[in-house]
């Protein structure tokens, strides 16, 4: 069948391409270590899958509206301003399956063909792929290891050009984790305003943060009319499987969005939104409890990196992820994620697979027991001293 052009332009993510390969060594017999997805190992929290089970048994298995469920809608409103200070009309949230959706249907909405967007490099590889289909020009931004894997705000500034329409942050960032300053925050918002560029501020690690706070761009003075704000339950509340997420924007733009999902999905699922509304407003026991103990797993495995020969690994300040460097090592980081999988029993990424300014480094998920943290240190040891 003859594919139509743009569909050349689409990328991937490497990490189910890892997570594959992994599958099959598993079902030759070998014992491996996943260090490669960014998921939850943990389980929903009962009474969200309990909030789901009763809204089965009501009666919630009909469409909905393609904005979503009002009442969620109202209870994430309620949300933004809890977690945020923003505050915001139901009408400015658009409920989706998963938190891609607002990626996907944000750029398509705002960018055209030739529009230049700024994102950053190493960055989640959809950003890239989506700015590529849509025709859009994407304009890296180097994350630095010498920055803490931070945006640099005179580094923006010369990237921008009369042609760009859109800048792409992301904090906690996958895949460093590293954390946007307010000041950082402040410089951006500083360059959007005055060129009227949109940002779309990636924010689903807002609450796997390890010190400090959250601050959002999107709080900002004047920025609530420029930001597409993404968030979603995936991390916070271990519903990777469930599909449901959210974008915060303007009530124009929401409605394009919202529209978007009526040519694509229709809605989002019933009676998992009627679980997002139990989880708004339910205990958060359960994630203060998740993300104490990735705290507790960050700790294991930069130190267990920091052991090892040629790999120095930073502190990470959110999410859960490390991103060693490796060039001390002698290899590049496909070399190194090859033989750690085959090798080892360890699945991890090569910094590439988040864009050519993570040449160097690995990325690892720490979304794992830390029994088996520590023994896939002691496997990459044991196979780089060999």
Same mark, same amino acid.
């Given at each position: @069948?003859?594919?139509?052009?743009?569909?050349?332009?689409?990328? $991937?993510? &490497?990490?189910?391409?890892?997570?594959?390969?992994?599958?099959?060594?598993?079902?030759?017999?070998?014992?491996?270590?996943?260090?490669?997805?960014?998921?939850?190992?943990?389980?929903?929290?009962?009474?969200?899958?309990?909030?789901?089970?009763?809204?089965?048994?009501?009666?919630?298995? =009909?469409?909905? !509206?393609?904005?979503?469920?009002?009442?969620?809608?109202? $209870?994430?409103?309620?949300?933004?301003?809890? &977690?945020?200070?923003?505050?915001?009309? /139901?009408?400015?949230?658009?409920?989706?399956?998963?938190?891609? /959706?607002?990626?996907?249907?944000?750029?398509?909405?705002?960018?055209?063909?030739?529009?230049?967007?700024?994102?950053?490099? !190493?960055?989640?590889?959809?950003? %890239?792929?989506?700015?590529?289909?849509?025709?859009?020009? !994407?304009?890296?931004?180097?994350?630095?290891?010498? =920055? *803490?894997?931070?945006?640099?705000?005179?580094?923006?500034?010369?990237?921008?050009?009369?042609?760009?329409? @859109?800048?792409?942050?992301?904090?906690? =960032?996958?895949?460093?984790?590293?954390?946007?300053?307010?000041?950082?925050?402040?410089?951006?918002?500083?360059?959007?305003?005055?060129?009227?560029?949109?940002? @779309?501020?990636?924010?689903?690690?807002?609450?796997?943060?390890? %010190?400090?706070?959250?601050?959002?761009?999107?709080?900002?003075?004047? @920025?609530?009319?420029?930001?597409?704000?993404?968030?979603?339950?995936?991390?916070?509340? #271990?519903? &990777?499987?469930?599909?449901?997420?959210?974008?915060?924007?303007?009530?124009?733009?929401?409605?394009?969005?919202?529209?978007?999902?009526?040519?694509?999905?229709?809605?989002?699922?019933?009676?998992?939104?009627?679980?997002?509304? #139990?989880?708004?407003?339910?205990?958060?026991?359960?994630?203060?409890?998740?993300?104490? *103990?990735?705290?507790?797993?960050?700790?294991?495995?930069?130190?267990?990196?920091?052991?090892?020969?040629?790999?120095?690994?930073?502190? /990470? =300040?959110?999410?859960?992820?490390?991103?060693?460097?490796?060039?001390? &090592?002698?290899?590049?980081?496909?070399?190194?994620?090859?033989?750690?999988?085959?090798?080892?029993?360890?699945?991890?990424?090569?910094? $590439?697979?988040?864009? *050519?300014?993570?040449?160097?480094?690995?990325?690892?998920?720490?979304?794992?027991?830390?029994?088996?943290?520590?023994?896939?240190?002691?496997?990459?040891?044991?196979?780089?001293?060999?």
């Amino acid at each position: @069948m003859r594919l139509a052009d743009r569909m050349s332009r689409l990328g $991937t993510e &490497t990490a189910f391409e890892v997570l594959a390969r992994a599958r099959q060594l598993e079902r030759e017999g070998r014992e491996i270590i996943h260090l490669e997805i960014g998921e939850p190992d943990f389980d929903t929290p009962a009474h969200i899958i309990q909030a789901a089970c009763e809204a089965l048994n009501a009666g919630w298995t =009909h469409y909905g !509206p393609s904005a979503g469920d009002p009442e969620l809608r109202e $209870t994430i409103a309620q949300h933004m301003y809890k &977690t945020r200070g923003l505050s915001v009309d /139901p009408d400015e949230v658009v409920v989706v399956p998963g938190a891609k /959706p607002i990626i996907y249907w944000g750029i398509t909405a705002v960018v055209n063909p030739g529009d230049e967007v700024i994102y950053p490099n !190493p960055g989640f590889p959809i950003y %890239e792929s989506m700015i590529n289909f849509v025709g859009g020009v !994407p304009v890296p931004i180097p994350l630095r290891e010498e =920055h *803490e894997f931070r945006l640099d705000a005179e580094e923006l500034r010369s990237l921008v050009t009369d042609k760009t329409r @859109m800048i792409i942050i992301n904090s906690p =960032h996958n895949p460093t984790g590293g954390v946007l300053t307010l000041e950082d925050l402040q410089a951006i918002a500083e360059v959007a305003l005055e060129r009227e560029i949109v940002v @779309m501020s990636d924010e689903p690690y807002e609450t796997v943060l390890y %010190e400090g706070t959250h601050h959002s761009i999107a709080s900002l003075p004047g @920025m609530k009319d420029l930001t597409i704000l993404i968030d979603g339950f995936s991390k916070a509340f #271990a519903m &990777t499987g469930w599909r449901l997420g959210y974008g915060v924007m303007p009530k124009d733009l929401a409605a394009m969005v919202a529209r978007l999902q009526t040519n694509c999905t229709s809605c989002t699922a019933s009676f998992i939104q009627r679980a997002g509304i #139990a989880a708004l407003t339910g205990p958060m026991e359960p994630t203060y409890a998740m993300v104490a *103990e990735f705290k507790r797993r960050r700790d294991v495995i930069v130190d267990g990196l920091n052991s090892l020969p040629g790999v120095s690994c930073l502190r /990470p =300040h959110g999410a859960f992820y490390v991103f060693p460097n490796i060039t001390g &090592t002698g290899m590049d980081g496909r070399t190194l994620a090859r033989r750690c999988l085959e090798e080892a029993g360890v699945a991890v990424l090569s910094g $590439t697979a988040f864009g *050519e300014y993570g040449e160097g480094y690995l990325r690892l998920s720490y979304a794992n027991s830390v029994e088996n943290i520590r023994k896939a240190i002691q496997r990459i040891g044991e196979m780089l001293a060999g």
